[in-house]
């Protein structure tokens, strides 16, 4: 049977429109970094490699190749941690952003197999970006997340629930940071509708740790 995502990992990949608290886990990720406006080519251009070498990995078995502790699974959607080299608040500036995309990938994707991936995507992506892709674990820890229903630029009042929920809860966020876990294809669905994952890191305050 199909492992998929969508139905063994709900607490991780689809939340409720209301904040939650969470313990993320260690995963493994294929990750890349950039900057700039995500509306601009490189950014699609990464995650056209990131989504190569995740499907190179899905369908190695169909060319002969099966790594050691393989499944059928449904790939991971992309994910992105997002930052701002930008100094004040407003206007927002996206041509500031820094980012590093990634997709999750199973346990069984070891160096390895990363490496062939690599060698099975080649003729899709460019060399420089199948070089700056890298195969990691990266843990998240404590966050507090929601579901955010709606154009990515109108994000802020689902952060506002958050931060409504970290203080009445009792935790502070350590940075003004962010992931986005994308459940939509913005090319296929109306803006209004599109399904987005959002997460800040936090810690219990000090005052409800005493």
């Not at 990938?105 to 990363?114: E, G, K, L, N, R």
């Not at 409504?164 to 809860?169: G, T």
């Amino acid at each position: 049977m199909k492992y998929e995502w969508r139905k063994q990992e709900k607490n991780l990949y689809l939340p409720s429109q209301q904040p939650v608290f969470l313990e993320v886990p260690t995963l493994k990720y294929l990750t890349i970094k950039g900057e700039g406006d995500p509306n601009g080519e490189a950014f699609t251009e990464k995650t056209g490699a990131l989504y190569a070498l995740s499907y190179a990995i899905r369908m190695m078995p169909k060319k002969g190749l099966t790594p050691p502790g393989y499944f059928e699974y449904t790939v991971y959607p992309l994910e992105g941690e997002w930052s701002t080299k930008q100094r004040d608040e407003k206007p927002l500036d996206k041509s500031q952003f820094t980012y590093t995309i990634m997709i999750r990938q199973p346990d069984f994707v070891t160096s390895a197999v990363f490496e062939e991936a690599k060698r099975l995507a080649a003729k899709k992506v460019e060399p420089a970006l199948l070089e700056a892709v890298k195969l990691e674990e990266r843990t998240e820890g404590a966050v507090i997340q929601i579901l955010h229903v709606g154009s990515y630029d109108s994000e802020p009042a689902s952060f506002e629930k958050m931060a409504d929920f970290a203080e009445r809860e009792g935790y502070v966020r350590l940075s003004k940071d962010h992931k986005e876990i994308y459940l939509s294809d913005p090319r296929k669905t109306a803006l209004d509708k599109l399904k987005t994952v959002l997460r800040v890191q936090v810690k219990e305050s000090f005052a409800s740790a005493e």
